[in-house]
């Protein structure tokens, strides 16, 4: 009858009440689990909830009923009622809010002199409603939103809601778990079959938490969020430590937001000859597939044959013959809409017509294959990052690492300093990880043995131009002297890319100056000169530091590095520098399992290579998609373009998003007629998803101005949405419209 909640035992928790509902709807009551053992028979199963030690979180803050009855369902009483438990959980050790930054953690069930009432005494009580028509299937999230939007509290923090073992009526497959008969008091099974739902539903907020960070002692402290440090604190956490993920800007805003949106399949590979290589990237790319369907996509590539020996087609055709080969198990997933077709020679005629842009002189032929490509990357790492704090990680943004904490030689945490304001602090941590990436030596600077054996010193300038659209629906390889550019179709704009230059000075320093915008313009129209690209045709440009094999930063890192720096004689530290976006899943998974042998842990198997991303659990790609911009009462008052689009940002939580839209009707207007992006959305990236300067809202977490400029008349209208959320002067509106402005290229 008890059965204890799926973390018990993993991470320090403590058990809590929950109660479920009767099948005749009637609440069992708020009791203690046990006491439910001798309740009516009604009652189906009792989860106990659990207590993180050491982690702060906010819940629902009570269970509420939602009467849901299956339209085809004829219930001869009332509806089965779904029922939310929740409670707000603890801060740190204690069961209160303690109300400052660095107060000290309580003992278990005491409450502090500066604490507020006991949360278990705090409820707050909102009624929600839901349409009863609605089929079982669309139901869990929309139920989330509700109650989260009117649970919103004052200091602008959102709950978590979790609904429990809850029976609800079932007819046909709408929801594919057990059906099962709840056994009546006299013992017989009733004649209606109840579906049990014996999973978890969780929707937790990505929030800044400093107390937490500032309080606890983590078993793993990531410094930087780029996409090495996102997927390290994804695996560390998902595997049961417990991580704190901090940056000094926002999440992806450094060298991972200068990115071709290209997921590799190992085809530079062929190059080198390396099928160990080749086979780590195509794992890779369907690892992406799986874990993130709704933001990887795939994309059939075209590059031209010559009779040179090294472009000649027969070469061409041996060498995708033998990645072919590599790749046999490419498609082993089971979304066929991600499954990618062999590579396969064209005629000439059929590769200038795929790419009209490119010099046809000396054109033999073409050779066409499949790779995929990404629908958003900042959104890839986002999920990262939200799937990590799901798995109980603090992460937080604008948190600049100034040093480190030590207890002789050992590194045991960081001094942090919070860029928005509220001061500085310490983060401690068994562990630290420095995944800073071209900041990597700089927090090196006052350990000189780690820094002599960590991160390369040379770093190379890479570079990718946003343009209007100058390809069809394949992505072009060009010759640009002796190498290959490629031009990519990419939302309604091409990303052509990639540049890469020597770079001398502070990581911090990087600009693309109007020279290198020119410089690496001329390359593109030498690639693509019938495109004839011209500086207005530059809609943003992307720039970032790689490191480099060579102190001077000509050489890329040929792959990435996992570095204990005990050996360095600093124990506590390790140094994890990646250069490719595609791979860094993997490194993060040899980077986890050295961290288990660092702290002297058994390592529980990754499973981040088949674990949806948060939005990620969609099994049919193109079936949702259908379903998302389909049906009139899914889609609400927005037009299917619009529903398409928040399918594919969110993925499985748009229907979130459009329910936030549905009960504000104000929201679902775009913030101008030149940006399709809702007010919303703005909202949404504010609240949900730590967006606290507008950059990061228009940038990353929405595509408002992801693929260039979106308009006076939109930024003024996003900061309107986010200044007021977080209460932004006149002038503060004004300095953040200034400072996304300077994102944008002069024209």
Known sequence: MLEPHPHHGRHGVQPRHTVIDHEDGESAGRQDAPALLDHAPGVVRVL??????????????????????????????????????????????????????????????????????????????????????????????PVVVEVIEKLQRTDRRVGHLQIVDTLVPIGGDGVKHEVTAPVGATGRAPSRAFLTL???????????????????????????????????????????????????????????????K?????????????????????RERRALCRIAPHLVHPLPFVVPTYRGLTRHPLVMRTGFGLYDLVAHDRNDLPDRSKHLPPSRLVSRDECLALS??????????????????????DRVLLAFVQSAVQAGAVAGNYLDVTGWVRDGERVIGAHVEDRLGAGAFDVRASLVVN?????????????????????????????????????????????????????APWRQVSIVGTSHDPFDGPSDALTASDADVDRFLNDVNDAFPGAGLRRADVRLVHRGLLPSEDDAGHELLKGSRVRDHRADGVPGLMTVLGVRYTTARAT?????????SILGRRAPPCETATTPLTGGAIPDWDAFLRAATGDDDRRGPLARDTAARLARTYGAEHRQVIQSLREAPALAAPLSDRCAVTRGELLHATRQEMAVHLSDAVLRRTEAGSDGHPGPAALQAAAQVMGDELGWSA????????DVEQVYPAQ
């Open 731 to 738: 002038d503060d509106r004004a300095r953040e419209i200034q």
């Open 198 to 260: 014996t999973a978890s539903v969780q929707y937790r907020t990505v929030r800044r938490d400093l107390r937490a960070l500032a309080n606890s002692t983590f078993d793993l402290l990531v410094v930087g969020a780029g996409i090495y440090g996102a997927t390290l604190a994804w695996d560390a956490a998902q595997r049961g430590l417990s991580v704190a993920l901090v940056d000094q800007g926002d999440f992806g805003g450094g060298t991972s937001a200068n990115s071709l």
């Open 588 to 596: 993060a998974e040899r980077a986890t399992d050295l961290a288990f």
């Open 48 to 141: 106990q909830d659990a207590v993180r030690v050491g982690h702060v979180e906010l819940r629902v803050v009570e269970r509420e009923r939602l009467a849901v009855a299956h339209p085809e369902v004829s219930l001869p009483r009332k509806p089965a009622q779904l029922q939310v438990q929740s409670c707000e959980r603890d801060r740190l050790r204690g069961e209160v809010d303690t109300g400052h930054l660095r107060a000290a953690p309580c003992e278990a069930n005491q409450v502090g002199a500066n604490a507020t009432t006991d949360l278990q005494e705090s409820l707050v009580r909102e009624p929600a409603e839901i349409d009863q028509r609605r089929e079982i299937a669309q139901l869990v999230e």
């Open 435 to 487: 995944a800073s990436g071209p900041g990597s030596r700089r927090l090196l600077e006052g350990l000189p043995a780690a820094r002599s054996s960590g991160p390369p010193p040379g770093l190379s300038k890479a570079m990718n131009l946003v343009t209007r659209s100058i390809t069809g629906d394949h992505a072009v390889g060009g010759m640009a002297g002796a190498r290959f550019l490629f031009a």
């Open 262 to 282: 290209t997921v590799h399949g190992g085809v530079r590979a062929l190059q080198s000859g390396s099928p160990t290589e080749m086979r780590l990237f195509v």
């Open 356 to 377: 009209p842009h490119i010099d046809p002189t000396g054109v033999t032929g073409g050779i066409v294959w499949h790779d995929c490509q990404m629908y958003s990357s």
